[in-house]
């Protein structure tokens, strides 16, 4: 199910009085949609390709939250903008990374120790997110309790079939190979049940530039072990990764999407299609096949 992108609180409400709600970014938005089908209209505050971490919301967002029924986030600090959501809203709210076992960020960053919010990228991780969304609709709206548990299952049996796909899509990657070098921290839920090790230019999509240290550390990284390719995340720039293929002899291999899903036209219109894209473009890079 394709996300579109902000809507207006306020004229779904005009337009079928259905019950609002709110995430705050489009990967969840996705899932949401995904477990509610029709019966409550699903809005992200983040637009399709936008980078959430340093989002800052406008007027109309905070009017959106506070016409929302419920709103879903992420946590484990990803949505470091979110407690004005909270202070707004009217409704209720479900934080969706409650149940899963964190990960710490490390490389004695400002970060370090803190959790890595980006669990969504384990289809484990996931089936949680989808549970915890069934629970938060089932709250809100206890008549449809019924449709909400039945979609909740097919989704997490689709996911479990997804989960199966990437690990195939990997499974030809040579041992000495498996390392996965990207911009952002954002891969280490993924890099973990995939038995690829981790390495990336910042912990956080706060810098975006790459420090001279961080990009000397990461061209370390990749011509000690030979990687033969990294990548950067879609929300932000690669420049610095390009960078460190030149100073490495790797090549730049390929654009990963984390963040955000894309326009229902794009090559991410849903969470699904992230995965099994991000899954192809890993493989492909790692092996020396197309990214394309």
Known sequence: MAVSGCANAEDLRAKDGRLI???TFTVIADMTREVAGDRVEVASITKPGAEIHGYEPTPSDLKKAAQADLVLENGLGLERWFEQF????SGESATLTEGVRSIPIGGGSEYEGKPNPHAWMSTDNAAIYVENIRRA??????AGADEYRRRAGDYTARLARVGREVR???????????ALVTCEGAFSYLARDLGLQEAYLWPVNAEQEGTPKQIAATVEFVRDRDVPGVFCESTVSPKAQEQVAR??????????YVDSLSAADGPVP???ELLRRDARTIAAGLTGGSTR
């Open 168 to 178: 195939t899509s990997l499974a030809a990657v040579p041992r000495d190979r498996r």
């Open 86 to 89: 909270i202070d707004r809203a």
């Open 21 to 23: 709600v709110l995430t």
């Open 137 to 142: 609709l089932t709250r809100l709206d206890p």
């Open 247 to 256: 100073e490495s002899g790797s090549r730049f291999a390929g654009k990963l």
């Open 270 to 272: 849903t969470y699904l």
